[in-house]
């Protein structure tokens, strides 16, 4: 039973540029949610996507979009990209109504440079 | 001041010592996880708590609803326990399934 899946696991960027980050979640599971996690800090949210539409969202500017497809794999986007935005991004998975267990992916690694 | 409050940040022991790491929180809950990450960064979800203790191995984790805190204890510390120890919490308040986490712990156990 395949956990999740994100791709790529490793990706150098240039400021201003715009990058896709994918995510398949754990077979079973229908909720997807996406965190950003800069160095030496806990994760942060930034949005959760369910029936293929953003439910909830964190604290984080426009440039940062979602999608979800009908197979529950989603992507996260992020436009104009800046040095700051150079962070873990994690995907975790979870099925609605199971009682809040999660499944977290391995994570991309972003630099922007 | 963070909603989830993690002590220590870093935590140095010899192998074999027991280990405690705490988490406060300031929100109402429903539900609390304490995962590990590797260094490369993958987490794994080690408990999920709402009442009460629960124990996995040489891991056990508890819960004081009514303080507000949580402990992840480690028995019989080993050199491959190494990782971040992280708290993270569902609030009552928020609807979904959003976690708000702690900014975690650095353990590091010696041979």
């Known amino acids: 039973d395949a956990g999740v899946t994100q791709s790529p696991t490793h990706l150098i960027k240039t400021r201003g540029q715009q990058v896709t980050l994918r995510c398949s979640p754990k077979s079973g599971h229908d909720t997807v949610s996406w965190y950003q996690q800069a160095l030496g800090q806990g994760p942060q949210f930034i949005f959760q996507?369910?029936?293929?539409?953003?439910?909830q969202r964190g604290n984080f500017p426009d440039r940062f979009s979602g999608h979800q497809f009908p197979n529950y794999s989603s992507e996260l986007n992020v436009n104009a990209l800046l040095l700051g935005d150079s962070a873990l991004y994690l995907c975790?998975?979870?099925?609605?109504?199971?009682?809040?267990?999660?499944?977290f992916g391995s994570g991309t690694r972003l630099t922007v440079v | 001041k963070n909603e989830v409050e993690q002590s220590p940040q870093n935590l140095t022991a010899q192998e074999g010592e027991f280990i405690t790491i705490n988490c406060s929180y300031s929100v109402g809950i429903s539900a609390l996880h304490w995962l590990q990450q590797h260094p490369g960064g993958g987490i794994v979800s080690l408990f999920m708590l709402s009442s009460g203790k629960k124990k996995h191995g040489r891991l056990i984790a508890t819960i004081n609803i009514q303080e507000k805190h949580s402990s992840l204890h480690i028995t019989a510390s080993h050199p491959r326990d190494s990782a971040v120890y992280i708290c993270?919490?569902?609030?009552?308040?928020?609807?979904?399934?959003?976690?708000?986490f702690g900014e975690g712990t650095q353990l590091t156990v010696n041979p």
């Open positions: 993270a919490v569902r609030s009552e308040e928020t609807s979904g399934s959003r976690l708000t």
């Open positions: 975790a998975s979870s099925l609605v109504g199971s009682g809040y267990g999660y499944t």
């Open positions: 996507y369910y029936e293929e539409e953003e439910r």
